[in-house]
T-cell receptor, first 114, second 114 residues
Framework: DVKVTQSSRYLVKRTGEKVFLECVQD?????MFWYRQDPGLGLRLIYF???????EKGDIPEGYSVSREKKERFSLILESASTNQTSMYLC?????????????FGDGTRLSIL | AQSVAQPEDQVNVAEGNPLTVKCTYS??????LFWYVQYPNRGLQFLLK??????LVKGSYGFEAEFNKSQTSFHLKKPSALVSDSALYFC????????????FGAGTRLFVKA
């Protein structure tokens, strides 16, 4: 079974802090994704990566950056946290093989910015 | 632009009755369609997908989905609902224009009453 592990389930930070969310997958997947989930809005893609050191902006990249130094690890960085970044953050991975592969998700990090 | 819509925020059904969770999509070309389920405080889990072939797709936990090209729909169904099916369900469409993105609907919350 694919396992996607997010380092924290719950996180509380203060406005202006630099925040790191970590994600590790154990199935040698090429693709990795960061989403935020807000009620009524579904999942919105922040960034994705299809290879080490490669990254692409998603639909809502403003205020975020990412890092992928190793294939199994994809980090999301909030450069200067703001209250409107309070949300559930989900990491996912998928195989590059074909377009029909589903994504495998971690259990999420519920982030509160005070 | 590619999109997916889940017209119902919530679906209520009695245990033992059949359930349907609706999804419509808009894509250029042939769609790759997915259903995911999210239980409380967990990430999304893959249920089933439609790529090509039979219009009725069978998936995990007794769920199935019916692809209807003329109505651009991909409704999730189960013949007999269980209380344990209560969760948040997401329909998703894969960007098949050469990118890596998956577009998610806003989600439908299913309540199964005993």
């Amino acid at each position: 079974d694919v396992k996607v592990t997010q380092s924290s389930r719950y996180l509380v930070k203060r406005t202006g802090e630099k925040v790191f969310l970590e994600c590790v997958q154990d199935m040698d997947h090429e693709n990795m994704f960061w989403y935020r989930q807000d009620p009524g809005l579904g999942l919105r893609l922040i960034y994705f990566s299809y290879d080490v050191k490669m990254k692409e902006k998603g639909d809502i990249p403003e205020g975020y950056s990412v890092s992928r130094e190793k294939k199994e690890r994809f980090s999301l960085i909030l450069e200067s946290a703001s209250t409107n970044q309070t949300s559930m953050y989900l990491c996912a991975s998928s195989s590059l093989t074909g377009d029909s592969q589903p994504q495998h998700f971690g259990d999420g990090t519920r982030l509160s910015i005070l | 632009a590619q999109s997916v819509a889940q017209p119902e925020d919530q679906v209520n059904v009695a245990e033992g009755n059949p359930l349907t969770v609706k999804c419509t999509y808009s894509v250029s070309g042939n769609p790759y369609l997915f259903w995911y389920v999210q239980y409380p405080n967990r990430g999304l889990q893959f249920l089933l997908k439609y790529i090509t072939g039979d219009n009725l797709v069978k998936g995990s936990y007794g769920f199935e989905a019916e692809f209807n090209k003329s109505q651009t729909s991909f409704h999730l169904k189960k013949p007999s609902a269980l209380v344990s099916d209560s969760a948040l369900y997401f329909c998703a469409v894969r960007d098949n224009t050469g990118g890596f993105k998956t577009i998610f609907g806003a989600g439908t919350r299913l309540f199964v009453k005993a």
